[in-house]
């Protein structure tokens, strides 16, 4: 697939934009368009999947025109970044159920307890349907096209985690852009060590799966897992 998009960027017009239509388009982007789903959110719900699969499309746009941006990379040794990644997720996993037990027990493995099928429904397609648009646009995208603005460092980091938690405050409670913040400085310095969007999907399916198990899912319900249960229902 990554060779394909090679041979098309090939034939395109490639330009890397100066740090001011950089710095207006993450605005609008990371700052702008999230205002717009929380107002959304709050005047009547939204349209989760198109607009996250118009993102996922305007931005793959983008990419295709500056040379700054790889799809392919080169791909890493996985076992040593595998088991860290898997040591992360079963410490997530164990912080997951305490919190879930301190904020509200009856909400502890609801989800696979009173509704397995859509449960197994969502373990299988979440990382499909929600992950990899999510990591295409916050990893391989903005980690590869903003560092005129933010460097390659830490700030880069920062700057990703912080906007990512932001594009998740439409769920309208605090916890959402809390852990999201959290995941996104994992998910961030994942791919800054591995350049691997396999391994930062990876990871951020384990959390979510996770939190869709141990019952904090519901405070991210009314992105894909309500779209999900509305595929069944």
């Known amino acids: 697939m990554s060779a394909a998009f090679d041979v098309l960027r090939a034939r395109l017009p490639r330009h890397s934009p100066g740090r001011v239509f950089l710095a207006a388009e993450c605005l609008l982007l990371f700052g702008v368009i999230p205002a717009g789903l929380i107002f959304l959110q709050l005047h009547g719900g939204l349209p989760f999947f198109p607009i996250l699969l118009g993102m996922t499309g305007l931005t793959f746009l983008l990419a295709l025109f ?18 860290r990644i898997l040591l992360r997720a079963a410490a997530a996993g164990l912080l997951l159920i305490l919190l879930t037990r301190l904020m509200d027990p009856g909400l502890l493995f609801r989800l696979p307890r009173e509704r397995t099928g859509l449960w197994l429904l969502i373990l299988l397609l979440y990382p499909l349907l929600s992950v990899l648009p999510q990591h295409f646009i916050f990893r391989t995208f903005f980690l590869q096209r903003y560092p005129p603005l933010f460097g390659n460092g830490r700030g880069l980091i920062a700057a990703n985690a912080l906007l990512f938690s932001w594009a998740h405050a439409f769920f309208l409670n605090p916890l959402a852009p809390l852990l999201t913040l959290i995941a996104g400085l994992l998910f961030a310095g994942t791919w800054q060590q591995t350049r691997s969007l396999r391994l930062t999907c990876l990871e951020h399916a384990l959390y979510g799966q996770l939190l869709f198990t141990s019952g904090l899912g519901w405070f991210f319900y009314n992105g894909s897992a309500q779209a999900v249960q509305t595929l069944i229902d």
Do not use: E, G, W
């Open 66 to 83: 500056d040379p700054r941006i790889r799809f392919r990379q080169s791909t890493p040794p996985l076992r040593p970044h595998l088991k």
